[in-house]
């Protein structure tokens, strides 16, 4: 969650349609159609709660990691920020220490069933030691790459939190490997299972990452096996839980990670506000329309704009929750979040974890991690922060999913946050 980021480019608004097409510059692009995609295919939301919090879940994240890596036969593929799985082994059980444990045996069960595991993670430091994932690679249970992202890309790091398994099951979402993302961070993500079509997919993006940790220049143009199988034009339409279609795509950062035909992730999520017609409900731990890793701080409302666009031009009902929590950068976030509860038909609020009931508390935990929006006709799930550092340098991942059964799913998910004893006044602060 803690991170040191610098420079890096911008990109331009892609305009989508939230029905089987997408309008860009005035041309309709109709959706690639798949023979009998993903039959048999699911998809679920996973969420953590953090212990304590007055919430439930049909799905945690803890229980989808464990059915994943559990149900593996051939391969796991990790791509991931940071390990500290078993970090909260010595803590009293409260703390909920265990979660991670069950993850760390689990792939080492895994991995002792013949799968192979393969990992690649940002660079460590000493801040952020490589402890649990130098023990799976010292006891042969994966393989493991690190990869040197400010080297590469001039600035930023590895953010993505990607878990694929035998390339037909996939987690996507906020939650870091880490025991706190399952007991004590409130995280929300995707998962997939028993659909080749999108998995594939991002297994290619997997597959840049564990190609780059190796290199020590990125490529000008990825080659055509890292090319994106789907995109905003040509989205994957599955069938899923049963007999529901949805349609979707992978959207990724930076634009250096970006292939030919990938959809740039601020893009998706800029067009999914402009099409927008009702209302747009976005849970976020961090949100400036700026910078915030570099000296000076500077601005950048490409996100903004469309939120204000949406709400004041065309009347969306837009509610934003952020988090508010230690590590808040009560510098820069609060005056842009109350600079837009000013705007008419926006809505701002703060959303609070409790600390434990008992001490010492977990550094770095108690938080809303959520990145996730969602608007009448579409959802977005993704696993960066809103700010100009995450999507122009630092590498992230996003689903951008059409359904209504599971756009109704993930409102009721904001309603019941945003309608909760956790949110707060933004003038709270």
């Not at 992230?396 to 209504?404: E, K, M, Q, T, V």
Request: contains cysteine.
């Amino acid at each position: 969650m803690k991170s040191t980021i610098l420079t890096i480019a911008l990109m331009g608004i892609l305009l989508i349609s939230a029905s089987n097409g997408i309008n860009v510059s005035g041309s309709t692009h109709k959706i690639k159609l798949q023979d009998g995609s993903c039959d048999n295919g699911s998809i679920s939301i996973a969420e953590s709660i953090p212990l304590f919090l007055n919430f439930s879940t049909p799905l945690s994240t803890h229980q989808a990691w464990l059915n994943l890596i559990n149900n593996a036969v051939e391969s796991i593929d990790m791509g991931i920020f940071y390990m500290t799985l078993t970090d909260g082994s010595s803590l009293p059980s409260e703390y909920g220490g265990q979660l991670g444990m069950d993850i760390f045996k689990a792939l080492i069960e895994a991995h002792s069933r013949g799968v192979k595991i393969r990992i690649v993670q940002n660079q460590p430091s000493a801040s952020m030691p490589a402890n649990d994932t130098n023990a799976l690679a010292n006891m042969g249970a994966a393989e493991v790459r690190s990869i040197n992202w400010a080297k590469l890309v001039g600035g930023g790091i590895l953010h993505t939190k990607v878990i694929v398994v035998d390339q037909m099951n996939v987690y996507l979402g906020s939650a870091n490997c880490d025991w706190r993302s399952l007991a004590q961070v409130k995280e929300l993500g995707v998962v997939i299972e028993n659909c080749k079509d999108i998995v594939e997919d991002t297994q290619r993006a997997f597959e840049q990452y564990w190609d780059a940790a190796a290199m020590t220049t990125l490529p000008k143009e990825w080659p055509m096996k890292d090319d994106a199988k789907y995109n905003s034009k040509d989205m994957a339409k599955l069938i899923l839980n049963g007999d529901q279609v949805y349609n979707m795509f992978l959207a990724v950062s930076p634009p250096k990670f970006m292939s030919r035909h990938r959809t740039g992730d601020v893009d998706a999520l800029v067009a999914a506000i402009n099409a927008a017609n009702k209302t747009v409900c976005i849970s976020v731990m961090d949100y400036a329309p700026t910078s915030f890793y570099n000296r000076p701080n500077f601005y950048w409302p490409l996100i903004d704009d469309a939120i204000r666009s949406a709400a004041f031009n065309r009347n969306v009902k837009v509610r934003m929750l952020v988090s508010h929590w230690n590590h808040t950068n009560s510098k820069i976030i609060p005056q842009f979040l109350h600079s837009l509860n000013e705007v008419k038909n926006v809505q701002v609020r703060w959303f609070v974890v409790p600390d434990l009931p008992f001490n010492p508390q977990v550094p770095y935990t108690r938080v809303n991690h959520a990145k996730y929006m969602v608007t009448e006709q579409q959802s977005y799930v993704g696993t960066s922060n809103w700010s100009w550092d995450y999507f122009t340098n630092t590498g992230g991942l996003s689903y951008n999913i059409f359904n209504a059964n599971f756009t109704s799913q993930l409102q009721s998910i904001f309603d019941r946050d945003w309608n909760s004893e956790y949110t707060y006044p933004i003038n709270r602060w």
